[in-house]
């Protein structure tokens, strides 16, 4: 099973699926920190060089089908940015048959 969870930016989505993870025995995966470290620069940077917001969608979600795939077989946490819900996330994210939880306020 995996589990998403996402909402706005401070909310604590990452202190809470740290937790979250431990606590059941789940990989925990950051979704802005595994995005730096598959394309190897600052989110801030790679958001200068899409440019766009769509544009910067269909390079991350590549990212995100990989952390789906290396899930498959072992339960995990993924946090979200709050552009997780978006098309072409959301799309994986169903496919994947994990569960969405939206975090409004730490």
Request: charged share 20%; proline share 4%; glycine share 8%.
């Amino acid at each position: 099973m995996i589990i998403f969870l996402v909402g706005v930016a401070c909310v604590g989505k990452s202190t809470i699926g740290a937790a979250l993870s431990q606590r059941l025995g789940y990989t925990f995966y950051d979704f802005d920190i595994e995005l730096e470290r598959f394309y190897g620069k600052p989110i801030s940077r790679l958001k200068t060089e899409w440019i766009t917001d769509t544009v910067f969608r269909k390079k991350a979600v590549v990212v995100l089908k990989k952390i789906i795939e290396d899930s498959q077989g072992h339960n995990a946490v993924v946090a979200l940015p709050p552009s997780g819900l978006k098309s072409p996330y959301y799309r994986h994210i169903k496919a994947s048959g994990g569960t969405v939880l939206w975090i409004l306020e730490w």
